[in-house]
């Protein structure tokens, strides 16, 4: 069972990604490795798909969320293991790990479509204010009864 909203999914998408982009900066002291800059160019990565996900948070709204949620999948697998992948578990691993592992887990729990109640439908909306103005028609005639 899916529980956590696409809303939700966003507000986890823009703060994972700008998490892996300064993270490094801070903690890594400038050192410039693969075990920094990986983190770094997933982080952006997930920055720029979160803002072309078809969901509340997203601005393009060109990427639908069970793709999106595939890239998440991918990119949670490649940061967790890439301590390994790349030879600098000695160094570093647990934060790749743990933050690849969220990733994952977020992915698999989260809803495949987003709340249709969030988009607004031109169509739908000028139907719903003409009922409105009949409702109000209606309710006027009976007032003046």
């Known amino acids: 069972m899916r529980r956590i909203t696409t809303q939700m999914h966003g507000v986890a998408d823009y703060v994972t990604s700008v998490s892996l982009i300064t993270a490094p900066m801070l903690i890594a002291d400038n050192k410039r490795g693969i075990e920094t800059t990986l983190p770094m160019m997933l982080g ?4 720029v798909s979160s803002l072309l996900t078809d969901y509340e948070l997203g601005a393009a709204k060109v990427i639908k969320m069970p793709v999106h949620l595939g890239i998440d999948i991918a990119s949670g697998l490649l940061l967790a293991a890439s301590p390994w992948i790349f030879g600098f578990n000695k160094k570093v691993w647990v934060p790749h790990v743990a933050i690849g592992l969220m ?3 977020i992915a698999l729990t989260t809803e495949t479509e987003p709340y249709q109640d969030t988009y607004i439908d031109e169509e739908d909306l000028m139907d719903e204010m003409d009922d409105l103005s009949i409702e109000f028609d209606e309710l006027v005639d009976e007032l003046e009864g």
């Open 44 to 47: 952006a990565g997930t920055l």
């Open 103 to 105: 990733e994952i887990a």
